[in-house]
């Protein structure tokens, strides 16, 4: 089998624009979770897509990515710290463009668009996606939330409905900030586990007919609205606080972990 056989065809910046709007991209806000390695190729790479999916929302739309750091032993620089690896390339490329704004707290997010400024403003958020956090702000904005080449396991609005439901497990964190000019160490407690049972959202969303589904690139896409995304979940939390946890016998540490912490 030669190359061109295996090599999956370069897409279009305007291909790809277009494929993002007949998921139903619209104006507005629009947080991206993404894998590049799944869209790609795409002309002008990591940036080219960026491009299509300013293009996609237009001059009034707001496009909002994380950009948090990979490390908490190292004070958080905006202008400098790169976004986590697990992040991908996307992401680390989006905070370095012009124009983009950048929170001043280590679980930052990143933003282009009129509401930048919003979306990624505010004091460090404890813990990292309550509320008062840029995902929580996107919540507020009624922004829509893309997956693309990534599953619900990506989707840190997830994380924003345990916290509004009032989830009863949290592991022990910190993360080191700036204080005074020295860095200093805060603790804090996270409702944390291994995120493989947020995919349980992909189900509860589609059976709902709430999630548009598609190709962009050559990667699978989910486009939800985030007020439906933290709706859906809290109806199926109050019922069962623990679902995005492993059962104890799965062998998940992580969810042992966060199932230990939970008292009574």
Wanted: hydrophobic share 40%; glycine share 10%; charged share 20%.
């Amino acid at each position: 089998m030669t190359d061109a056989q295996t090599t999956p065809t370069e897409i279009t910046q305007e291909e790809v624009t277009d494929q993002l709007r007949a998921l139903g991209i619209a104006p507005g806000v629009l947080v991206v979770h993404t894998s590049f390695r799944a869209v790609r190729p795409v002309a002008g790479g990591p940036a080219g897509l960026i491009g299509a999916l300013r293009a996609a929302l237009g001059p009034e739309g707001t496009l909002v990515m994380p950009s948090w750091t990979g490390s908490d032993e190292e004070p958080f620089d905006p202008r400098t710290t790169p976004a986590s690896p697990d992040l991908g390339i996307v992401a680390d490329t989006f905070w370095r463009m012009p124009g983009v704004v950048r929170s001043e707290h280590p679980f930052a997010f990143a933003a282009i668009g009129p509401q930048a400024e919003a979306v990624t403003s505010g004091p460090l958020p404890l813990p990292p996606h309550v509320h008062d956090s840029p995902i929580g702000r996107v919540y507020d904005l009624d922004g829509q939330v893309l997956l693309l080449g990534v599953g619900h396991d990506a989707n840190t609005t997830l994380h924003l409905a345990e916290l509004l439901a009032g989830v009863p497990y949290g592991v022990p964190k910190h993360i080191t900030v700036h204080h005074e000019g020295r860095p200093v160490r805060v603790p804090y407690r996270e409702n944390d586990h291994c995120c493989q049972r947020f995919g349980l959202a992909d189900g509860w969303l589609r059976d709902r007919r709430l999630q548009a589904e598609g190709r962009v690139g050559h990667a699978d896409a989910r486009l939800v609205r985030s007020r439906d995304v933290v709706r859906v979940a809290l109806e199926i939390l109050e019922r069962d606080p623990l679902v995005f946890l492993h059962p104890s016998d799965a062998g998940c540490e992580e969810c042992d972990q966060a199932r230990s912490s939970v008292i009574g």
